[in-house]
């Protein structure tokens, strides 16, 4: 199924489909639970969710959203980084945007640094 999804990914990036790129990350996001790679499916969820916001898809997010709260192990994951987040921020400036934007960015650069900006076949 991932070989199948990561050659929809890259048929979407290549037409510029948005929005085929989002639902193709989000069906690697449900490969990933399946096979137990939470970090993985986390991964993918947060670039599908992304995507999403970029072509302002309010079905595309909620579904995201609720894949993501359904992961077994995502709730833990997520629970530990937003822990090690707080821990390690030293910034005294007041954050002007959404809870949401902070921690999708910092997510997203987390998830990027430690996969080198290979989701899918990590």
């Known amino acids: 199924m991932l070989?199948?999804?990561?050659?929809a990914?890259?048929?979407a990036e290549e037409a510029g489909y948005k929005l085929g790129q989002a639902r193709?990350?989000?069906?690697s996001g449900y490969a990933y639970l399946f096979l137990g790679k939470?970090?993985?499916?986390?991964?993918?969820?947060l670039?599908?969710?992304?995507?999403?916001?970029?072509?302002?898809?309010?079905?595309g997010k909620a579904n995201i959203t609720y894949s993501i709260g359904q992961g077994p192990g995502l709730a833990k994951l997520i629970a530990s980084f937003f822990c090690s987040a707080r821990a390690s921020s030293v910034?005294?400036?007041p954050f002007s945007g959404s809870?949401?934007?902070i921690s999708l960015n910092s997510m997203f650069r987390v998830s990027a640094r430690a996969t080198?900006?290979?989701f899918l076949n990590t």
């Open 38 to 45: 939470h970090d993985n499916a986390l991964k993918v969820y």
């Open 3 to 7: 070989s199948y999804n990561s050659r």
């Open 24 to 27: 193709a990350l989000s069906n």
């Open 47 to 59: 670039l599908s969710q992304a995507i999403y916001q970029e072509i302002d898809d309010q079905d």
């Open 9 to 11: 990914l890259a048929e």
């Open 116 to 118: 080198g900006g290979n």
């Open 91 to 93: 910034s005294a400036r």
């Open 99 to 101: 809870f949401e934007q």
